[in-house]
């Protein structure tokens, strides 16, 4: 199956709620997002399909405050469909990197951000194992919604923030966000994956406590 076609033919580019300045291919009931699941036995959950919140909440805060990423070389980690690193370029990063796990948010993340007309470097694998990596800040949307990772993630951050790197976290307020070890910076109103059609909630926009 060629990936890239099926993505731009049955996942529509559109601007994204609350984020007007940049466009994703974005899941509808009508992708057939099955057939995919059923061509590959490998495929995973689709969390790259849809923005989630804590990303929404993220990007709307690095374009209106450029000067967080602006000339800094930018991980986001955990990309999903590259919301998160396509804002970081359009506000200036000199270099956005986008990680993740699953090979199909990669190359959602690449169409993505050719649509916006900006350049993304992709990692697949799971970062949080090793080294810090060449970064100034990492910038992590909505990795805190299973026990073990969020465990992992902020084990990870707190080593990359004792390393000098700066460490931005965008969550809707889920139950394993480490907040004792945040400072919150703005809240945004949102809508996250998953939520019924209309509604809202906040997500704040934090950084790791050094």
Do not use: K
Not at 41 to 54: H, I, K, L, N, Q
Not at 103 to 132: F, H, K, S
Not at 155 to 181: H, N, Q, S, T
Request: proline share 7%; net charge negative.
């Amino acid at each position: 199956m060629d990936l890239d076609a099926f993505i731009r033919e049955r996942l529509p580019l559109a601007p994204t709620p609350g984020i007007p300045e940049v466009r994703l291919h974005r899941a509808t009931p009508r992708s057939g997002l099955m057939r995919l699941a059923e061509a590959d036995p490998g495929f995973g959950s689709p969390y790259w399909a849809r923005p989630w919140g804590g990303g929404l909440a993220m990007a709307r805060h690095i374009l209106d405050n450029p000067e967080m990423v602006a000339g800094r070389r930018v991980l986001d980690l955990g990309a999903g469909g590259g919301l998160v690193a396509i804002s970081a370029a359009l506000a200036g990063a000199s270099r956005a990197c986008a990680a993740d796990i699953d090979p199909y948010a990669l190359i959602a993340t690449r169409l993505n951000a050719a649509a916006n007309a900006v350049e993304v470097e992709t990692v697949l694998g799971d970062l949080t194992t090793g080294d810090v990596p060449d970064a100034d800040l990492i910038l992590v949307g909505d990795l805190f919604y299973e026990q073990d990772l969020a465990t992992r993630v902020t084990a990870y951050l707190e080593r990359c923030r004792g390393a000098g790197i700066a460490v931005l976290i965008g969550d809707p307020w889920r139950v394993f966000l480490p907040a004792g070890r945040l400072v919150l910076l703005a809240e945004y109103p949102v809508s996250d994956f998953g939520d019924p059609e209309g509604a809202v909630r906040r997500a704040g926009v934090f950084t790791l406590a050094a």
